[in-house]
């Protein structure tokens, strides 16, 4: 397999209305996906494709774009309206669809735009099939036309809304509701601006709403699980049990507890590993699955319970990836993915919710008493703008920095430097128990990228 060209960490993304986030490289790629399932799939001749979106402005011509390119290929298409990254996952596997595809930059500003795909059973696609479809993209003369009555169809089904809010509610157990709580739901103006308030709603809580009026323009503007601020804001003035920030595409959040601090996706993935021992769907020798990312601290307080953390690279679809091949029930991101297998086949932002909510009603306690012993690690990351994504193994002066650190501080501080997936962005991480030094060893790192890349 050679390197792919479209497809990073988490699909294709990128400018919208510029290459590759182009109406072209959509109807390219919704043809491709159709014809790899017509070749791969043992149960239908016209495949049937989910399409899903969020907000963005730009989600109406991509939308289109994509289901011209499936239903020239012969395949019927389902156009869901905006829904969640793991809706649409959801729906995949429900409505026993061969492909889904979700239009989406997650938390990416409007003007960026990507696309996601799922086979049959709701997983995002493996690297050699992101690898084949992208051959066909880029030689679009390897697809056979169809023509006459082998040509597809598309329909709107609003109603895939409703099926994952069933869906995603029974992740809590019977037992529990939610009256009495009081929420703050900032939805980031994204994907869940419909279906987050209603899930709540519904089991019973009491929900004060940020970022449900999307005009296209705004999703993750100011609001969401990267600008917390307004919610934290909220969760004191209304003295909310806690708030929950969900990104663009609803796969992620981030939990405000009762006094506006926040609790990002380390801190979950401790609790509700905790709560997974306590009811044995974890026992003493099993893993909990992060990243390169995943703080030391969360390391340290699962092996206090004797689980362990097994690091995958950055992306949830490699963290989901292991765990279907590990039988690991548990994994996730600092970021705020969070994966429970049992439930869900991605990232699901409100489902970790509602297992949030499990942790409190089960202990008792509120969610601030729940993480206080999770002590985690001081850690920054830094993005630096570059021109390039040369291989750092390449620059001798970056190789040097790194080298001088590593003698210098060894055991004590963990540094990380990799680019973005998604953007043109070098990220340097630095963690360690004395934040002094994690401060200055990220300066002298960043200082040198600067010079070399920016």
Aim: proline share 4%; with cysteine; net charge negative.
């Amino acid at each position: 397999m050679g390197e792919r060209k479209l497809f990073g960490t988490d699909g294709v993304r990128g400018k919208a209305n510029h290459y590759p986030m182009t109406c072209e490289v959509a109807t390219a790629l919704g043809r491709a996906v159709t014809y790899y399932f017509q070749k791969t799939s043992k149960r239908n001749k016209k495949p049937l494709i989910i399409v899903g979106k969020d907000t963005r402005l730009s989600c109406y011509m991509l939308e289109q774009a994509l289901s011209a390119g499936v239903c020239s290929q012969g395949g019927h298409v389902i156009l869901t309206g905006p829904l969640p990254t793991p809706g649409v996952a959801f729906a995949t596997e429900s409505m026993r669809a061969e492909a889904g595809i979700m239009i989406s930059a997650s938390h990416n500003s409007f003007g960026d735009n990507g696309i996601k795909i799922f086979d049959h059973q709701g997983y995002k696609l493996p690297d050699n099939v992101e690898y084949e479809l992208e051959q066909m993209v880029l030689d679009p003369s390897t697809i056979p036309t169809v023509s006459g009555e082998d040509i597809g169809s598309a329909q709107r089904l609003d109603e895939v809304i409703g099926r994952y809010i069933v869906q995603v509610k029974s992740a809590l157990p019977v037992q529990y509701n939610l009256e009495g709580m009081r929420i703050v739901l900032d939805c980031a103006n994204g994907a869940a601006y419909k279906v987050g308030p209603m899930v709540f709603s519904e089991l019973g809580a009491e929900v004060f709403t940020i970022g449900v009026e999307p005009n296209g323009r705004n999703i993750n503007e100011r609001c969401g699980s990267l600008h917390t601020e307004l919610c934290q804001k909220k969760v004191v003035e209304y003295r909310a049990d806690f708030g929950i920030c969900l990104d663009g595409d609803a796969d992620r959040l981030i939990i405000i507890d009762s006094n506006g601090r926040v609790i990002d996706g380390d801190k979950i993935i401790g609790l509700c590993a905790r709560l997974m021992f306590l009811k044995h769907e974890l026992k003493s020798g099993d893993e909990v699955i992060g990243t390169v990312m995943t703080n030391l601290g969360l390391e340290h307080y699962l092996k206090s319970m004797g689980l362990l953390l097994k690091r995958t690279n950055v992306g949830d679809r490699y963290i989901m990836e292991y765990m279907k091949n590990n039988g690991s029930p548990i994994g996730g991101e600092p970021s705020g993915h969070i994966i429970f297998k049992n439930h869900a086949t991605t990232g699901d932002g409100i489902l970790a919710a509602l297992k949030v909510i499990e942790c409190v009603k089960f202990f008792g306690k509120s969610i601030n008493e729940l993480t206080e012993d999770i002590k985690l690690y001081p850690q920054i990351l830094k993005n630096i703008r570059v021109t390039e994504k040369k291989p750092f193994q390449e620059i001798p002066a970056i190789q040097k920095i790194l080298e001088e650190i590593d003698v210098q501080f060894r055991d004590n501080v963990r540094t990380l430097l990799r680019y973005s997936g998604t953007e043109h962005l070098a990220r340097v991480m630095v963690e360690g128990k004395n934040e002094d030094q994690v401060f200055s060893v990220c300066d002298r790192i960043v200082k040198v990228v600067q010079e070399e890349l920016a």
